[in-house]
């Protein structure tokens, strides 16, 4: 303070100066003697003005700043210091261009005071900027702590739970594809006469359909339509009441003699992306022809993956068949480097969805060993059940040679596992009769190799009808092999003349609320079982127009035969707790449905012929994708 009021004192003895003429400032001008003792004087006095600034800035209030006010601080009195350079150089400049030639000029004394003066007014811009610096720092500083404190004090919205739930597609054209019967692919000299049946039933009511064509032709909406051939065909429906349209079809061929001796009976199945089917054999004597159909509009390429006793086998183009839009392409699965009498396969299509079948010949040796039109079944799983497997007396399914003539059969009864994953899976099998469930002596705990095929024999299983539960530490697929046998043919060949016929697993959902065709064909008899593997439960069977309804309580492991009158040739099912074809969620059940068919041959050739018709999911199943909803 003292030195402030010395400061005062010597600017008020200074006499005060009078206003002169400044010389041009082009002119050049030299400094005097007299005129540096005075810059000298004036600089003493700036020394002092910016000391004074300097203890402001340096007052206990600044001290009591943080670290981040002191960063900010900084920042501030760096940018007013080069301000201050940049004046002082201008200032400089033009003070030396207008200073005077003589040294006594009193403009000069007033030129040196202005430039004091503009030098106390810089340190004092220092000085606030310095302080605006400080208050920014705490703004700043007050700004993020709110922000902090409101993150944590402010209540979290919950984001709402997605759940899945399936929904039933709007209703549109619905379609079918029927399959085509067997052509001879072994190349037998002698085929026999076969006859062949289409049965289509639309169903009436909900679900009912406004117009229906079959291979290009159209169809009645309100009756069966029969046809004595066997030439397969897409079915399409358009519903009439904006539902998903529903209708039942079976392609049935019998042939009682020749090389292609055998039944075969199949459903109409729908398009899927992917699909599995277990059973066949390409060993020498038999054939599989896996047929694919598309009746999508557009082309549609298939990867097709062969599994064998031992693991893949190989096919050609890699196994990838290019199926046309509306058509259909076809693959002989038996190849000269590919020879295995236990096969499964699995179809993806990309691009579209297809309808595939095996369609299966067999001769042992010159004996006929049966034929049969295979579609898919359930994907692997580590819970199956095969509905519809029906056991006979040994002698009448190949299990034990002729009495008189030791002649034997080249096929017995089996349960057929596929594995298609990388590891081992561990199986176990229950048989599921009038009686309960039943596990299968010596099918406990089986271990089946990586990416392969393997049979578990049913023999020592008594007479009757069951369901085969199939469960596994692993998905896998399964099917079940029938065998219906007859005598020696032809004569001391050692053979007995047979058919067979493969039972998929159940497709999900195909009891829950399906249908279930029961082919009606001239010299046909069929035989409609459900099995149960899980509780007791009830199921209702109904025809398509209404006019016949039964209730049939399925005990916990049981498998019961359902009497169906004569005149039914479609059922639909729906088992109790489950929501009908307009459902639109549903949970398994573990029930499954299937139509056991057969024939009687006669002649050289006599015995039994066998087939099964799997039950196939309601349209409305089928038509229901998995969505997101909160």
């Known amino acids: 303070m003292t030195q402030s009021r010395q400061d005062d004192a010597d600017n008020q003895q200074e006499p005060p100066e009078k206003s002169e003429p400044q010389p041009p400032q082009h002119e050049s001008t030299s400094p005097g003697p007299q005129q540096a003792d005075n810059e000298t004087d004036d600089e003493r006095t700036d020394e002092r003005a910016d000391e004074r600034a300097d203890e402001g800035a340096d007052s206990p209030a600044g001290q009591d700043q943080d670290s981040g006010s002191a960063s900010t601080d900084e920042a501030a009195d760096d940018a007013s210091r080069t301000d201050a350079v940049a004046v002082d150089e201008t200032d400089t400049a033009v003070s030396q261009a207008a200073r005077p030639a003589e040294p006594g000029n009193p403009s000069t004394k007033r030129r040196r005071r202005s430039n004091s003066t503009r030098r106390r007014r810089r340190s004092l811009g220092q000085t606030v900027a310095r302080g605006v610096g400080v208050l920014t720092s705490l703004a700043l500083a007050a700004a993020v702590g709110g922000v902090t404190w409101w993150g944590h004090a402010a209540p979290t919205t919950p984001t709402p739970q997605l759940q899945a739930l399936s929904l039933a597609q709007p209703g549109g054209t619905t379609t079918y594809v029927c399959p085509h019967a067997p052509t001879n692919t072994l190349r037998g000299t002698d085929v026999g006469a076969m006859e062949s049946a289409t049965a289509i039933v639309p169903a009436k009511g909900a679900g009912s359909a406004q117009s229906a064509t079959y291979a290009g032709r159209s169809i009645p909406t309100d009756t069966a339509t029969s046809m004595s051939t066997a030439e397969g065909g897409i079915l399409t429906l358009v519903p009439a009441d904006g539902r998903v349209a529903n209708a039942v079809g079976a392609v049935t061929t019998l042939t009682k003699s020749g090389d292609l001796r055998g039944l075969t009976a199949a459903p109409c199945t729908q398009p899927a992306a992917m699909s599995w089917i277990v059973g066949g054999s390409i060993a020498a004597g038999s054939s599989a022809e896996l047929r694919l159909v598309n009746p999508g509009v557009t082309p549609a390429t298939a990867k097709v993956t062969l599994y064998g006793s031992i693991g893949r086998l190989s096919l050609p183009s890699n196994g990838e068949i290019t199926v046309p839009a509306g058509g259909s392409s076809s693959l002989a699965l038996e190849t000269k480097g590919s020879q295995d009498p236990r096969i499964a396969v699995s179809v993806e299509a990309d691009g579209g969805s297809v309808v595939p079948t095996l369609v299966t010949e067999s001769l042992d040796g010159e004996t006929p060993a049966g034929t049969d039109v295979i579609t898919p079944g359930s994907a692997p799983a580590t819970d199956l059940v095969i509905p519809g497997v029906e056991i006979v007396e040994p002698a009448a399914q190949g299990e034990v040679p002729d009495a008189k003539t030791s002649a034997d059969s080249s096929d017995t009864?089996?349960?057929?596992?596929?594995?298609?994953?990388?590891?081992?899976?561990?199986v176990s099998v229950t048989m599921l009769g009038k009686d309960g469930a039943r596990p299968l002596s010596g099918a406990q705990s089986v271990t089946i190799d990586a990416g392969s095929v393997f049979d578990?024999?049913?023999a020592g299983v008594p007479a009757g009808t069951y369901g085969v539960q199939v469960t596994s530490s692993t998905p896998v697929g399964a099917a079940a092999r029938m065998v219906r046998s007859g005598g020696e043919y032809p004569a001391r060949s050692k053979a007995l003349v047979h058919d067979q016929a493969w039972a998929q697993a159940a497709l999900p959902g195909?009891?829950?609320?399906?249908?279930?065709?029961?082919?009606?064909?001239?010299?046909?008899?069929?035989?409609?079982?459900?099995?149960?593997?899980?509780?007791?439960t009830s199921v209702t069977l109904s025809s398509l127009d209404g006019?016949?309804?039964?209730?049939?309580?399925?005990?916990?492991?049981?498998?019961?035969?359902?009497?169906?009158p004569a005149e039914v040739s479609a059922v639909r099912l729906n088992a109790a707790g489950q929501e009908g074809s307009s459902g639109t969620s549903r949970t398994s059940s573990g029930l499954a449905a299937a139509t056991i068919v057969t024939a009687q041959a006669d002649g050289d050739v006599a015995g039994t012929l066998i087939s099964t018709v799997p039950a196939q999911p309601d349209a409305t199943v089928q038509a229901q994708r998995r969505i997101l909803l909160d």
Do not use: F, M, Y
């Open 547 to 564: 006019s016949w309804k039964q209730d049939v309580k399925v005990a916990k492991g049981a498998s019961v035969v359902v009497e169906v």
């Open 456 to 458: 578990i024999q049913l």
């Open 413 to 426: 009864p089996a349960v057929r596992i596929v594995n298609p994953a990388a590891a081992p899976a561990t």
């Open 510 to 536: 195909a009891v829950d609320s399906g249908l279930l065709a029961v082919p009606r064909a001239a010299s046909l008899s069929s035989a409609v079982t459900v099995a149960n593997s899980g509780e007791t």
